[in-house]
């Protein structure tokens, strides 16, 4: 199960982002500041980190900039999620290392498909978790999340109604 560290000094936006990722199946931790938010990352090293911008202690594009320092934390995806709104904070959350920018208020589905898209394009989706497709030939069934194959022998099939 894919870990998601949800950076946000604002309790109220804090827990709904965590009972909705929690609800869409992922293990949640929360961190109401920079300088607990980067602690965590360090500690737990999620698979994606959720950082709001305006933060108490450390603001957010310091904590994104050193979690890219980091050769710790360097690779984890890092979707801002910020009131901050305008094409130039848009472009300073991205200058300093985040993976997507989503701004409050959002609507709980995108943030949900964001959160998927950047899993998934960063290959941090276990293998199990990843959709893959039965393959089928004859009497050969390829399952490849499990790694098998089924071999079905000639059975007698009995006519319908009888």
């Not at 870990?3 to 992922?26: C, F, K, Q, T």
């Not at 130039?88 to 920018?101: E, I, L």
């Not at 995108?110 to 089928?136: F, G």
Request: proline share 7%; charged share 25%.
């Amino acid at each position: 199960m894919p870990r998601i560290l949800v950076i946000d000094d604002d309790p109220a936006i804090a827990e709904l982002v965590s009972v909705n990722l929690e609800m869409a199946g992922y293990d949640v931790n929360q961190a109401g500041d920079g300088v607990k938010g980067q602690a965590l990352a360090v500690q737990l090293m999620p698979d994606l980190i959720m950082l709001d911008l305006m933060l108490p202690k450390v603001d957010g594009l310091t904590v994104c900039q050193r979690l890219r320092r980091d050769r710790r934390t360097a690779d984890i995806p890092v979707l801002m999620l910020t009131a901050l709104s305008q094409t130039q904070d848009k472009v300073d959350g991205f200058n300093a290392g985040a993976d997507d920018y989503l701004t409050k208020p959002f609507e709980l589905d995108e943030m949900l498909a964001r959160v998927r898209a950047l899993l998934r394009r960063t290959d941090r989706i276990p293998q199990a978790a990843k959709h893959s497709e039965i393959l089928n030939y004859g009497p050969l069934t390829l399952i490849p999340e499990r790694y098998e194959a089924i071999w079905l022998i000639n059975r007698e099939v009995d006519p319908p109604g009888v």
